[in-house]
């Protein structure tokens, strides 16, 4: 339960906590960001502390772990942020940035994975054969109480709806911003009839003049990220129940949705590039659940 309950807390002061303009600038916020990580953090020591040694204790079991996981997550973080500075603005710059990101999220969960071994009496060996256990055959049967199934449960719906959307921005991040939240592209056509009269003959010329033009979405809308949420809880359902081929039927569904955009090549790669993106993750997150819960 130690690990699952302080990897939700990370989760949720990361994603859930985070506005805009936090993420932006990060820097900028970092001590509103480290309080967010020091409440979400101390509450789920606290929970911790109670039910597995009765508020014992007091400085072992919940001083010590929050000034660990509060210090590392934020060496952790300016390092990220101290590194993200020497990216060069090209291309391939976001692909760069989900790198660090993944980097930084793993170096998050082996901190709160050392604090559990460290300060909680949990051994490495136990909490590998343990998640082996899981992942097995028999693992349904084996083993999530009712409290660490329902923490799992939530861990998968921040990491495919808030934490997979990320990603999916990093990764269409170097194509145009434009693409993000294009419509649809009009061409109107205007004729015109010159006639000229004289007394030898009547002449008419026909003018045709095409004007394009280009719709765009309200971004504040976030119609696309609510889909991809969506989308991925779906897939994840579908992954559970062994429903494979119906997860064919989404992207068809996307396709016929976006069917006049497609027309654009550079928007029907990003349209691609973005629904199989959020596609294969929600597959991994199903067959996850699937090996750990069923």
Known sequence: MSVLLLLLAHLIADFWLQTDSMINNK???IKKHMLHHLITTGLALIIIWGYTYHFSKVINYLVFPLLFICVTH????????????????IDSHDLKKLGF????QALHLATLIITCIVFFDVKATTMMTRLLQLLGENGGTNGLNVVNTLLFIIIIFILATSVSGHMIKLILGSLPSELANFEAEFTFKNKTLDAKNSSESRLES???EEYHYLTYSNPLLS?????????RLLVILLTIVGAYPSIAFIIAAKSIARF??????NWAEYFLLGTLSSIFL????GLLVRAIVM
């Open 260 to 265: 006049k955009q497609l027309d654009d090549r």
């Open 223 to 231: 119609r696309g990220k609510l889909i991809g949420y969506i989308e």
């Open 206 to 208: 026909n003018f045709t």
């Open 282 to 285: 929600g597959l991994l997150l």
């Open 101 to 104: 990101f993944l980097v930084d």
């Open 27 to 29: 820097m900028k916020h």
């Open 74 to 89: 934020l060496i952790i973080d300016v390092l990220k942020l101290k590194l993200l500075d020497t990216i060069k603005p």
